[in-house]
């Protein structure tokens, strides 16, 4: 199995927000994201950006 | 949140439901802008969404939320609009705003972080917090124009992919180098202006 650099972490992380990884894509970042605590932290990260918009459509900041 | 409306048949009283679809004109806006970002263009779509409203309330009858049953027509009236500025100006066009490479520098030469990404402290108690909302909506909208429409389709209107890529005329390929640009670009300026100040 090829081991994935932060770099291809990042952007695999992202993708998975947006459509189905595959098996090994899936398997690969598990892998990562167990020795890798910065990218532990972006996965987080990016998983909030999509709460943190549906709290702005909801407040009274957005214009 | 999602304040509940009563369901009697708009049939039924035709003043009264003109009266609630008024007062949520205000939470339509801010949904149309949030995406538009353009206060003519914003004002327009939801325009027609209440006449569109009006003119089918028996669509509306015994659905359970106004609220929701008018944002989903608002979301096609957006769309709409995305897809008449898209005509205008291709987003295919597009230069830089595209490049894979955006940040590179943020990683050495073996793909590592050059600065390890930090820990958000309970991220969570910040969304309802108005400075956060408001440094959020700042952090959008130094988004690159086009970056932030793809995101905010994607995130706001909460449209899948394959859509998104139809409407804009673009290749899913790029779509996800726009999404993970916009992403990376929210995370850096959320540390930066909210997380990372002590």
Same mark, same amino acid.
């Given at each position: ?5 932060? $770099?291809?972490?990042? @952007? ?6 947006? @459509? $189905? ?8 970042? @598990? ?18 950006? @999509? ?11 957005? $214009? | ?10 049939? #039924? ?32 779509? =939801? ?5 569109? #409203?009006? #003119? !089918?309330?028996? !669509? ?20 709409? &609009?995305?897809?008449?500025? *898209? +005509? ?21 030469? +073996? ?13 969570? !108690? #910040? ?43 673009? &290749?899913?390929?790029?779509?996800? =180098? ?19 100040? *002590?």
């Amino acid at each position: 199995m090829k081991l994935l650099s932060c $770099k291809e972490t990042s @952007r695999l992380l992202s993708q998975g927000e947006d @459509r $189905k990884l595959a098996f090994g894509e899936r398997v690969a970042l @598990r892998v990562h994201l167990a020795i890798c605590n910065g990218c532990r932290n972006v996965d987080k990260q990016f998983r909030f950006l @999509r709460q943190a918009v549906h709290a702005l459509a909801e407040s009274d900041a957005g $214009k | 949140m999602g304040a509940r409306f009563r369901t009697s048949s708009p049939l #039924a009283d035709p003043a009264d439901f003109r009266r609630q679809i008024e007062g949520l004109r205000p939470y339509l806006l801010r949904y149309a802008s949030l995406q538009l970002r353009d206060a003519a263009a914003a004002e327009d779509a =939801v325009q027609e969404t209440l006449l569109a #409203a009006l #003119a !089918g309330a028996a !669509g509306f009858a015994g659905r359970a939320n106004l609220r929701t049953w008018l944002t989903g027509i608002l979301k096609h009236k957006i769309v709409d &609009t995305i897809r008449r500025q *898209s +005509r205008e100006r291709p987003i295919s066009e597009l230069g830089a705003e595209g490049r894979e490479d955006e940040f590179d520098d943020l990683f050495d030469a +073996r793909g590592h972080w050059e600065e390890t990404p930090d820990a958000w402290e309970q991220p969570e !108690g #910040a969304l309802g917090q108005k400075q956060f909302l408001a440094a959020l909506d700042t952090c959008l909208q130094a988004l690159p124009k086009r970056t932030a429409r793809v995101f905010m389709m994607r995130e706001h209107l909460g449209m899948e992919t394959p859509e998104i890529c139809k409407e804009l005329g673009i &290749t899913p390929t790029h779509c996800w =180098v726009m999404l993970h640009r916009a992403r990376t670009a929210l995370r850096l300026c959320l540390q930066t202006n909210w997380f990372g100040k *002590s």
